[in-house]
């Protein structure tokens, strides 16, 4: 016997309306009510305030017994649900196309009903989420859902047991086994994930970053979590050739990520043990206008919103931020590929073999990461970074040490070129920087050391010159810096204000170095003698002179140190040469009058004049030959001009010296005399 159709539909059309708090639509139900044989094809049921459907169901199929009817209970030996589809939507105001308020309603209360399933299945299912509350829109789906539930009783403290499987909308498949309570408020299940494509949240990057992978979990979640917590989660977590890219370029690569151990409170923390990133292949690039691309995030992605409310329009208060802990990430065998175009010729460099860790990166804020890192530099040399950072901070700190080791300096001429108006040769630099950061302040301490420096000019450089920029050509302060293993080291300090844009680094950075050079050339300069730097067109310095007793030509002792340290400049550079010039004074012709012939240098001259001259150009080779015999320098770096006379009266005898630069660059009009270094 079949139940009148039209009668019992309205019945449970208005039921089910009431129940759901949605308009609940159905095409056909049929029921026996000998056998208790139930069927239900075209259930809709409608979403609030909207033309369109929350829940399309295409057939239902059940087994009833009908006597716990009569008191109000539904026992179901058999329920089966084909092809359902559920469609949510989040609308532009935060709200969801379902109501979540309770309504007041007369006769049994459902916590007085009592459900009982002893088998339930739902095949070919699929749901599928809208955000259209975030900008741009994005929908997210689960096909071919497939679910069975065994022993569901509303009386009985017993969970149901359930499993199931779907596959998601890019791919992937989800699988569940667990229990559930009665009402559902508590449960424990098991979630497999496989393969399951990043596409998925492809919009939650924001275009243009876009983001491609597969991510694996093995996951056990339980509802309540512990304590006031809404759900525990914990499990691993893996990712498979993840994929970051903007502007159709790849900026980041990750053969793998693995999160060992995942513990979620949510949504009071999370906390992931240990993360380990597997070759990283990274993209840093800088545009002709100076800027870094592929990196940022386009304008209007945000994905903020509006305070929840509830469909009765009641505002709720923001919930605290979730505290989240990472123990340790690692990075093993990483690269960062550096291209910059804002120079000419493009520099291009990188780091290898990339090992970094960060130890308790959190949330929670003035909690210093401690930061370790190595790594190759590709075109020679090796990097070191270490010690601890609060970038996380509202005033961000830091206090960091960084390393050079044996840099290849030619790999830098595209900025040196620029900045120096010379390019390198050969040269291994070693750098070691303290860096510290306090809130908005930056301060970064370099010493630096450079051996086996060999620079040319850059012809027709429209850039400026280190001549300008700190008042010496680079060869000859190159040759005044080098100690006698041929190494240039200096120390310099830049601070500055990150948030300043107008804060010029380079110039600050010369600013400092000219300093530094000042002070460090201070020692050669002192005792080689008063540095004046000639005209505009000249490429040579006029040094002290080495001066004599008058009618001698012994080389004094104070002059001893001033000749060894002209050896050693001329021995650490081979583009410099040292004229010599003999001055005969009148204290050496008042000298040879008042001795005998014999002692003057050639015996049997016939005027002290003529004897005069030949002890001039005697002690201008006596000083070729002592500076050349201290460091096998070659004659013709040290060659002798014709004497000259100086007949002012109490003017020492001296050999005046002239350094030349052979890369003959112009030299500004200044002087750095002994009270510059004192």
Not at 572 to 582: A, E, F, I, K, Q
Not at 643 to 649: K, S
Request: hydrophobic letters at 40%.
């Amino acid at each position: 016997m079949i139940l009148a159709p039209t009668l019992l539909r309205g019945w449970v059309e208005s039921r089910l309306t009431d129940k759901l708090l949605h308009t609940t639509q159905i095409t056909t139900l049929r029921l026996n009510l000998f056998s208790g044989h139930l069927e239900i094809e075209g259930l809709r049921v409608r979403a609030q305030e909207a033309d369109s459907d929350l829940i399309v169901i295409r057939q239902v199929i059940a087994d009833i017994e009908l006597l716990p009817l009569f008191n109000q209970d539904v026992v179901f030996r058999r329920l089966d649900i084909h092809s359902p589809e559920v469609n949510l939507v989040r609308a532009e105001d935060s709200l969801w196309n379902v109501a979540l308020h309770e309504r007041r309603s007369s006769g049994k209360s459902m916590s007085q009903f009592m459900l009982h399933i002893q088998n339930a299945t739902l095949s070919n299912g699929r749901l599928t989420i809208e955000h259209r509350s975030i900008i741009p829109a994005r929908t997210t789906q689960m096909t071919r859902i497939h679910l069975a539930m065994t022993d569901l009783s509303s009386n009985s403290i017993e969970p149901a047991k359930i499993h199931g499987s779907a596959e998601l909308s890019q791919s992937g498949t989800l699988m569940i086994k667990g229990v559930v309570g009665s009402d559902f408020r508590s449960g424990m299940m098991t979630i497999h994930l496989s393969d399951v494509s990043l596409d998925t949240i492809q919009n939650c990057f924001g275009n243009p970053l876009s983001v491609r992978g597969q991510v694996d979990a093995r996951l056990s979640v339980t509802w309540p979590g512990k304590g006031t917590s809404l759900i525990g989660i914990s499990g691993a977590i893996e990712g498979h050739k993840l994929v970051w890219a903007s502007a159709d370029r790849s900026d980041w690569r990750v053969a793998e990520i693995s999160i060992a151990q995942l513990d979620a409170v949510w949504p009071d923390t999370v906390t992931l043990n240990r993360v380990v990133v597997t070759k990283p292949d990274i993209w840093v690039r800088r545009n002709k206008n100076g800027r870094f691309v592929g990196v940022g995030r386009g304008p209007a992605h945000s994905s903020t919103q509006s305070p929840a409310s509830s469909s009765t329009g009641t505002k709720y208060e923001r919930s605290p931020p979730t505290r989240w802990v990472i123990n340790t990430i690692i990075i093993r065998d990483g690269a960062i590929h550096l291209e910059d175009r804002s120079v000419t010729p493009m520099y291009s460099d990188g780091l290898q073999n990339l090992e970094l860790s960060l130890d308790k990166l959190m949330s929670t804020p003035s909690q210093p990461v401690r930061i370790t890192a190595r790594a190759d530099i590709a075109s020679g040399g090796a990097l070191e970074i270490y010690g601890r950072a609060s970038l996380l901070d509202p005033l961000p700190s830091a206090s960091l040490k960084a390393v050079i080791h044996q840099l290849a300096v030619p790999s830098t001429n595209p900025y040196l070129e620029r900045t120096l108006s010379h390019h390198t040769t050969d040269g291994r630099l070693t750098s070691v920087m303290d860096i510290h950061l306090r809130g908005n302040e930056l301060e970064v301490t370099s010493h630096v050391t450079l051996s086996d420096l060999q620079v040319e000019p850059v012809r027709n450089s429209t850039s400026r010159t280190v001549q300008e920029r700190i008042g010496l050509p680079l060869g000859l302060l190159i040759a005044l810096l080098k100690d006698d293993m041929g190494r240039i080291t200096i120390s310099f300090p830049v601070s500055g204000l990150l948030s300043n844009p107008t804060f010029d680094w380079t110039n600050a950075i010369w600013a400092t170095i000219r300093q530094a050079v000042i002070k460090l050339v201070a020692l050669p300069i002192r005792s080689i003698g008063q540095l004046v730097m000639g005209n505009q067109e000249s490429a040579s310095l006029r040094l002290e002179p080495i001066t004599f007793d008058p009618g001698s030509a012994t080389i004094r002792q104070s002059m001893e140190r001033r000749l060894h340290d002209l050896a050693k400049l001329l021995g650490s550079t081979n583009g410099t040469v040292l004229h010599m010039t003999p001055i005969l004074s009148a204290t050496d012709l008042d000298a040879l009058q008042h001795l005998p012939q014999e002692s003057w240098p050639i015996s049997g001259l016939d005027t002290a004049e003529t004897a005069g001259h030949v002890l001039a150009v005697r002690r201008a080779y006596l000083v070729a030959t002592h500076v050349a015999g201290l460091n096998r320098i070659s004659s013709d770096r040290l060659p002798v001009n014709p004497p000259r006379h100086d007949l002012v009266e109490a003017v020492m005898p001296r050999v005046e010296l002239r350094l030349e630069n052979t890369e003959t660059i112009p030299l500004p009009r200044v002087q750095l005399g002994k009270q510059d270094y004192q």
